[in-house]
């Protein structure tokens, strides 16, 4: 039966025009959307970091799309530029084998270093440097620049002649041999065998080696590998060859077993081993690295207990090899175990300071409900005093002035009348007094600061407002500079709108959700759309944009209103609305997002929640098909892009953050495979050959258990294609799925014109 809402809505929409009928000139335009409002921004601020022990800001503005980078004094009240983006285009192309264009530089976390002649950034997650006195780049080779060595990779590859870690007193030099720790005296005259115990399925990690600060200790994990297990892919249509390739890479599951890691205490004079007792750490998801006192009195490490539900760090005394508790962070759902990291606002919750060599500790926790900031003794481990607390979270530490115990800190919901996603940045002393806001404009921020911890660089935005880049001294003894103040005049008049944010009451009656509205840019509140949702649930994060995009939805040209939400289960809120998606994935937020759509609906009765799709990719498009399978009541049409559609199949990492170890009957509750034959409406899915983030099987198991359940669907299988694939295709595909599907509508067709596309011989 109807609801009175829906009869009203089924009223109105006999009365009110429809949108117009697609033509192929609107798919054209979807496509090319964001190429019309390429450029149209003016004195865009991208990224502000200040250059190491100097008042000086290197800043990125983008100007009618070309990226320049400029480095402003602050002290002297001046602007240059801080290199010539022609000759690093130049450089970059040389580099690189391939063109690099000087109007779209692809780089990003940008640094000056060595006295403004070497320069630092990013392409995607690659490391480059830059020499700015010759112009050339290229990618590092030293030690610290290397990439991230892989846990899984099989012992023989991690036990090296080339690798080996010096004493710091310069006397020895450690490393792994034939799966042992030996010692060599500098001058290669003396060789020790520190063990003997060491094998190819018991080996001693190299990367971990870990001496104190007197030379006298070293500390080592001895591992004794888990299962190994292979990912392989067919490569059906390799570029350089007619038959295909094999590929395969390591990839650790939900339920594998997983290397054990067990550290070794050597006394350096003696030669003496102690095995470290593991009764405090019995089953490790992981044991970070062995850091030592200053002092040599002992080292640290943190145990994550298999299923997230503790975070122990630990102390070994250097002396007698006993280990103690030093913090106890347990959890009656999941611990979210990442790192809470400097000026990065979506990360984890775990953040650990000592101060003094170890005599306190700034600890975060979520133990209140909210994820806060607290001082603990170093030696016991209790709490001396919370430092912040109320109902908000920090989001990340970006200083600790230990002189004056003082904390610079990020964090959001302190300001009832704001969306409460927005970061603003503050201040507070060690014992919780004194908090000052640093940054009071509405909007979200973020803030650097210089070395000295002087002066601060703020960059704030939202949606509909474009970003205003300042600097201004810590202290307040000054007016803030204006630097940068986006400009989106142009934009605008091309027919760009930002997204439209709104808020609802959730599942509870109490908590606002919140979410955006991208409506079409020849919008008629006469019309009568069609609403999709493009949904990522994943709760590592929150993903409803807060700062400023030129971002469009292609589907918005074709007549459709497009919507993110971030619903309960989601991060950066209270520990009460992330939990919701503990053992639960399946849950997904629906129960907020279909509120919220109703209550914009009773408002806005060009919003047609008789007709609603969805769409997402990863996480979202687990998500997208259940919206079908679980809430087939509210949701019509769903396009799931390399979904993890059984959390068994996917990333270990991941999916036993949220849905716990061991495995039980909240995966198959949580699959869409196993609950395939709930399946109604129209699906589409998308799937890569050679998607190494998410098992394409994942998706193949679905297709399975569809046709055993006699449904009806559709499969975009991608040739070469990874994560996310489909390209422009993908795209042009998924938009023809919702107007024939949604708005009702016959599409073009799309092979009328072959000649132009004529293959070349192979």
């Known amino acids: ?159 090296s002649h080339d690798h080996q870690s010096a004493s710091p007193d310069g006397k020895w030099k450690a490393m792994v041999l034939s799966y042992n720790v030996v010692l060599q005296s500098s001058d290669g005259k003396q060789t020790i065998n520190l063990s003997t115990d060491g094998s190819e399925g018991n080996y001693y990690d190299l990367g971990s080696l870990s001496w104190s600060p007197d030379s006298k200790h070293l500390a080592v994990y001895r591992i004794r590998p888990g299962y190994r297990r292979i990912l392989r892919f067919v490569e059906s249509s390799p570029k350089n060859q007619l038959q295909p390739l094999y590929p395969e890479t390591v990839y650790t599951k939900p339920g594998d077993v997983l290397d054990l890691q067990q550290p070794v ?42 299923g997230h539900q503790l975070y122990r760090v630990i102390e070994v005394d250097a002396t007698t090899g006993k280990a103690r508790t030093r913090i106890d962070e347990p959890s ?65 530490v970006d200083r600790v002035d230990e002189k004056n115990r003082v904390i610079w ?73 204006e630097l940068l103040h986006g400009d989106v005049t142009k934009l605008k008049a091309a027919g760009w709108a930002p997204p439209e944010p709104f808020h609802a009451k959730g599942r509870d009656g109490k908590t606002e959700i919140w979410g955006v509205v991208y409506k079409p840019a020849h919008f008629d509140p006469k019309a009568h759309y069609p609403v999709i949702e493009d949904i990522y649930a994943g709760p590592q994060g929150s993903f409803v944009p807060k700062s400023f995009t030129t971002r469009a939805q292609p589907l918005t040209e074709l007549g459709f209103v497009v919507v993110q939400i971030d619903g309960m289960g989601t991060n950066n809120r209270s520990k009460a609305f992330h939990n919701v998606a503990w053992k639960n994935l399946k849950d997904a937020g629906f129960p907020d997002r279909i509120l919220w759509h109703k209550a914009y609906a009773a408002t806005h009765p060009w919003y047609d929640i008789t007709r609603v799709g969805i769409f997402g990719t990863s996480a979202g498009g687990q998500n997208a098909m259940g919206a079908l399978l679980f809430h087939p009541e509210f949701y019509k049409v769903a396009v799931a892009n390399s979904g993890c559609h059984d959390n068994r199949m996917d990333k270990i990492w991941w999916n036993e953050q949220w849905m716990s170890w061991p495995i039980g009957p909240q995966y198959s509750e949580s699959s869409n495979v196993d609950n395939a034959w709930r399946l109604q409406g129209k699906l589409m899915l998308v799937v890569g050959e050679l998607d190494d983030n998410v098992d394409p099987s994942s998706t193949f198991q679905v297709a399975d258990r569809l046709e055993k359940a006699d449904k009806d669907f559709d499969l975009l299988y991608v040739p070469g294609g990874k994560h996310g694939a489909g390209g422009a295709y993908g795209q042009r595909k998924l938009q023809s799925f919702f107007v024939r599907n949604l708005l009702g509508e016959p599409v073009p067709s799309w092979n009328e014109d072959t000649a132009k596309n004529a293959p070349q011989a192979r």
Not at 282 to 306: I, M, V
């Open 1 to 159: 039966m109807k609801t009175p809402a829906l009869l009203l809505l089924a009223a109105i929409s006999a009365s009110v025009p429809a949108v117009a009928a697609v033509t192929r000139e609107n798919f054209t335009h979807a496509a090319d959307l964001q190429k019309k409002y390429h450029g149209l921004a003016t004195k865009m601020a991208t990224e502000a970091h200040w250059v190491e022990d100097e008042h000086v800001l290197l800043y990125g503005e983008n100007d009618s799309g070309k990226l320049d980078y400029y480095l402003y004094d602050a002290d002297a009240g001046k602007t240059t530029l801080a290199f010539d983006r022609q000759k690093i285009a130049a450089a970059l192309s040389s580099a690189m084998h391939d063109e690099v264009k000087p109007d779209d530089l692809p780089i990003h976390g940008v640094e000056l270093r060595d006295h403004h002649t070497k320069l630092h950034f990013l392409i995607g997650y690659n490391r480059w440097n830059c020499d700015l006195t010759k112009y050339t780049c290229q990618r590092p080779h030293d030690d610290d620049d290397q990439p991230v060595e892989d846990p899984n990779l099989h012992p023989e590859t991690r036990n």
């Open 332 to 396: 009656d759902t999941f611990v979210d175990y990442r790192r809470l990291i400097p000026s990065q606002q979506d990360t984890g919750k775990i953040y650990r300071h000592e101060i003094d060599d170890g005599k306190e500790i700034i600890w975060a926790s979520e133990r209140d409900g909210w994820e806060h900031l607290y001082l603990l003794d170093g030696a016991t481990g209790a709490i001396k005093n919370q430092i912040t607390h109320g109902e908000w979270v920090v989001r990340s």
């Open 409 to 481: 800190f990020s964090a959001s919901g302190r300001h009832p009348d704001e969306d409460p996603y927005f970061v603003h940045a503050y201040r507070i002393n060690f014992d919780g007094s004194n908090l000052t806001e640093l940054t009071p404009s509405a909007g979200n921020h973020t803030v650097n600061y210089s070395s000295d911890g002087t002066m601060m660089a703020d960059l704030v935005s939202t949606v509909e407002n474009p970003p205003i880049l300042s600097i201004a001294h810590t202290e307040g003894t000054s007016q803030p500079v």
């Open 265 to 306: 205490l050597f006394d350096i004079a003696s030669h003496n081993q102690t095995n470290i007792d593991n009764t405090l750490f019995p089953n490790p998801f992981d044991l970070s690295s062995l850091d030592w006192w200053k002092d040599s009195r002992g080292f640290t490490f943190e145990y994550n207990q298999r």
